[in-house]
């Protein structure tokens, strides 16, 4: 009778010890507290940007004209202010000119005599505004309204309008929906970008400690791979639950509304059942690969070097799903979905811009296929690169480099 565990079974063992030792250990601890200094650092910056953008001075313009025509213009703008508000610019008084008296604005800028923005000058009839490029072309429209105001002498009455807000509209959803699967598509690569690499230091360590060959001694090693790969992936979510649990916390106890928030096309209880079940396809193919290529490396260096090209051409498969995803129904989009290491990030991009859900059962079940048949190819190339690393191997290898002579 044969006493050795079934492969499930095995795998079972070691995705259990594996998933308990890193999850009370002391680096799992710092694992979880890595996300906190970059979004740290990255309120820290915005709060500093904002209190930048707060100190800055607004744009004044400043006025060099004949008296008569600072005090039209003036007035002019304090009777335009109830209607156009923030939109006009404030005036600060420069010169008032007396009768033939004239001012050079060009070099009173370039010589920086006159603390503003731009200045006008000429007659309210024909104003000349002078400043930089960018700045009197927005200011064109503003100071032409005041000319005219100032000409007409009376206030002009104008109507007032009444505001209906919709609570959405066709342009605005599919703007909030492009946003949204915008948003997840980009969060669902760098969680298996930041997460599937873990496979690989855990797998090298191991392998310099000989714990290896302990398990390839007791378990199969498919079991051995099996349970690496899904170890990691459970510990990965408990992750991602724990950051999504503080990240909501601080959400709520900032003031922040999920109304805001635009909706997905499928709603976002789905949306993020998706984005946990893609989560775990992309992650297992990935995953597969980095163990396959932890199986080929002995030392971190050589897992740097042969996890590079994969690293690379997992950013060109997420561009080539962010292009996808602004071409609904196209050919490109289709060949996103088809290709596995690519599906997982077009799909949840699709469930946030589509309601239909027969093309996400579809496509999970062609994701499980490749996963099936990569799962099984790693697996196969592990247990041949890390037999070869163990003591039986290098035995084997001895005896045919040295054959005994009886």
């Not at 400043?62 to 404030?90: F, N, S």
């Not at 503003?142 to 002498?153: H, I």
């Not at 775990?280 to 199986?295: E, H, N, P, R, W």
């Not at 599906?343 to 027969?358: D, G, I, K, V």
Request: charge should be positive; hydrophobic fraction near 55%.
């Amino acid at each position: 009778m044969n006493g050795r565990l079934s492969v499930l079974a095995a795998a079972w063992v070691v995705a259990r010890r594996d998933f308990t030792a890193i999850l009370f250990s002391r680096s799992f601890f710092f694992f979880l507290l890595g996300p906190l200094f970059p979004v740290l650092i990255a309120v820290l910056a915005g709060s500093l940007g904002s209190r930048v953008d707060a100190s800055q001075e607004r744009a004044v313009l400043g006025v060099a004209m004949a008296a008569a025509d600072v005090d039209a213009l003036t007035r002019a703008r304090a009777q335009l202010a109830p209607a156009l508000g923030d939109d006009l610019p404030e005036l600060v008084v420069i010169r008032r000119l007396g009768q033939g008296e004239s001012y050079d604005a060009a070099q009173a800028m370039a010589e920086r005599k006159a603390h503003v923005a731009a200045i006008v000058t000429g007659p309210v009839s024909a104003p000349v505004l002078t400043g930089s490029r960018g700045l009197i072309e927005a200011w064109r429209g503003p100071v032409s309204m005041l000319s005219a105001q100032a000409r007409a002498g009376t206030a002009l009455t104008y109507p007032a309008v009444v505001l209906k807000p919709v609570a959405r509209s066709s342009a605005t959803e599919r703007k909030g929906r492009f946003a949204t699967a915008q948003g997840a598509q980009t969060l669902l690569f760098l969680l298996t970008m930041m997460l599937a690499g873990m496979v690989l230091s855990n797998l090298v360590e191991e392998k310099g400690n000989k714990i290896i060959e302990v398990l390839a001694a007791a378990v199969p090693m498919d079991a051995v791979f099996l349970g690496k790969l899904f170890a990691m992936l459970g510990v990965s979510l408990v992750g991602i639950a724990t950051w999504a649990g503080v990240g909501g916390l601080l959400w709520l106890g900032g003031g922040f509304s999920p109304e805001r928030l635009p909706d997905p096309a499928v709603g976002w209880p789905l949306l993020i059942a998706l984005g946990v079940v893609y989560f775990a396809m992309a992650y297992l193919l990935l995953g597969s690969v980095f163990l396959a290529i932890g199986s080929m490396a002995t030392t971190v260096r050589e897992v740097q070097t042969l996890s590079m090209p994969v690293t690379m051409a997992q950013l060109m498969v997420f561009f080539f799903a962010s292009f996808a995803m602004t071409q609904p129904g196209s050919m490109v989009e289709i060949a996103a979905v088809l290709v596995p290491f690519s599906s997982p990030f077009a799909m949840l991009a699709r469930a946030a811009q589509e309601p239909a859900l027969l093309p996400h059962v579809l496509a999970i079940g062609w994701q499980m296929l490749w996963v099936a048949l990569l799962v099984r190819g790693g697996a196969r190339l592990f247990r041949a690169r890390v037999m070869k690393s163990g003591p039986a191997g290098k035995a084997k290898r001895a005896g045919r480099r040295f054959p005994r002579f009886h």
